[in-house]
């Protein structure tokens, strides 16, 4: 399996892949939508099995964490969406996609990357709840232990909390 930055000529397999992956087309546009927005500002990773084609595909996108007044107090990014080929899910490709997202998120300076999915799932990649680190979600609702972070910069965290401001893409789906 290579795990390669996603190229234009991946984008129709890219979606169609997002697609299959969880059954409906929402997170398939939000990959469209955050690709048209952000450009290389996101990381756009994928996950090929030479001779098979794509088996998965990760996006991470910028999301700074905000203070009381709406000031930028940290710039991050957000992991969303993780697709696996539901041929291929349980198979590591989604792990794979993962540890090296988060590799190009710390190469990049990113000094954190956060999340809201599988409690059981993320820590295994030093995911940790966020909220008790002073780092809130936007979204009411969402279960503390969704809302997780990885801070790659520990010493650059420091003291810093707010609110996380996801991209509004991710509000329109």
């Not at 399996?1 to 979606?15: G, K, S, Y």
């Not at 794979?96 to 599988?118: D, E, K, N, T, W």
């Not at 008790?132 to 420091?158: K, N, S």
């Amino acid at each position: 399996m290579l795990i390669r930055p996603e190229t234009q000529q991946d984008q129709a397999d890219v979606h169609a892949l997002t697609c299959a992956a969880f059954q409906r087309d929402d997170e398939a546009r939000l990959v469209d939508l955050l690709r048209d927005k952000h450009g290389e500002e996101a990381i756009s990773l994928v996950a090929e099995i030479p001779g098979s084609g794509l088996a998965g595909h990760i996006m991470l996108s910028p999301a700074p964490i905000v203070d009381e007044a709406g000031h930028v107090v940290s710039n991050g990014l957000a992991l969303a969406p993780v697709s696996v080929d539901p041929a291929g899910q349980r198979s590591g490709v989604g792990s794979a996609l993962c540890r090296s997202a988060l590799s190009c998120a710390q190469a990049r300076g990113a000094p954190y990357v956060v999340l809201i999915g599988h409690p059981a799932y993320y820590p295994r990649f030093g995911f940790v709840p966020a909220g008790p680190l002073g780092i809130r979600c936007p979204y009411e609702g969402v279960p503390e232990e969704a809302f997780m972070i990885a801070r790659l910069d520990r010493p650059a965290m420091e003291g810093v909390s707010g609110l996380v401001r996801f991209d509004s893409v991710f509000e329109g789906l």
